[in-house]
Structure formats: structure tokens, C-alpha cells
């Protein structure tokens, strides 16, 4: 049984940084693309971060490219998105998900993630 599990989310101020984890089991991620999602309330999911499977290519969405950087350790299974000088247009329910095909490069759309995580709440303040 697949499971991804967020953590490191939280309230944080208008600047603040806060980074989350993805820790994956039941699957092997280093053959795999990995990815990071949010939704805001009202809203429908969006993406955010993607990560190819060997780690050398990334992708950020714009509205947090030059922020946010998303990384991988293959070693322990888990990928991670830094976040810095966040904003409170990034609250949102932050998900990871695991690429549906192996040795792709970065994916961007929903569709292309088999397994999501449950996801964490980040709370950005003003």
C-alpha cells in the first residue's frame, strides 16, 4: 500500500519560510517524478513544484518560482518544498503526489499523479 504523508505545515507570518515533507511508503520514489499541489479554499487544486526522477530538473509554478524550491532525498524516500518569503495568497492545503509513470522528466497536470498524499494546511498571515 502506497502512502504519502506531508508534514511541516503550519501558521506562519506574511515572509516567513516554512518547509514541507513527503515522506512516501510503500514505493520506491527514485524512479519516479515527484510533485507538489495546493488548493485554496474555494478553489480547485493547482500546481506548484515538480521534481524529475533523478533530481537534476525542476519546475516551479510562477506565482512561486524565485521563492520556493523543491528538492528530493531519494535515500529516505521523501521529497521536500522549501518555502520562502511566503505571502498570504499561498494558504492553501499543500499536497505531494508520486508521478503514474517512471523515468519521466517534470509533470505539471493532476492528471499525470497516481498517489496523493492527505496534505497539509500552510496559513500565511498578513
Known amino acids: 500500500q502506497v502512502q504519502l504523508v506531508e508534514s511541516g505545515g503550519g501558521l506562519v507570518q506574511a515572509g516567513g519560510s516554512l518547509r514541507l515533507s513527503c515522506a512516501v511508503s510503500?514505493?520506491?520514489?527514485?524512479?519516479?517524478?515527484m510533485g507538489w499541489f495546493r488548493q485554496a479554499p474555494g478553489k480547485g487544486r493547482e500546481f506548484v513544484a515538480a521534481i524529475a526522477w533523478h533530481g537534476s530538473s525542476t519546475y516551479l509554478a510562477d506565482s512561486v518560482r524565485g521563492r520556493w524550491s523543491i528538492s528530493r532525498d531519494n535515500a529516505k524516500n521523501t521529497v521536500y518544498l522549501q518555502m520562502n518569503s511566503l505571502r498570504p495568497e499561498d494558504t492553501a492545503v499543500y499536497y505531494c503526489a508520486v508521478d503514474r509513470a517512471i523515468l519521466r522528466s517534470v509533470v505539471t497536470g493532476t492528471e499525470e499523479y497516481d498517489y496523493w498524499g492527505q496534505g497539509t494546511q500552510v496559513t500565511v498571515s498578513s
Open positions: 510503500g514505493l520506491p520514489i527514485s524512479r519516479y517524478a
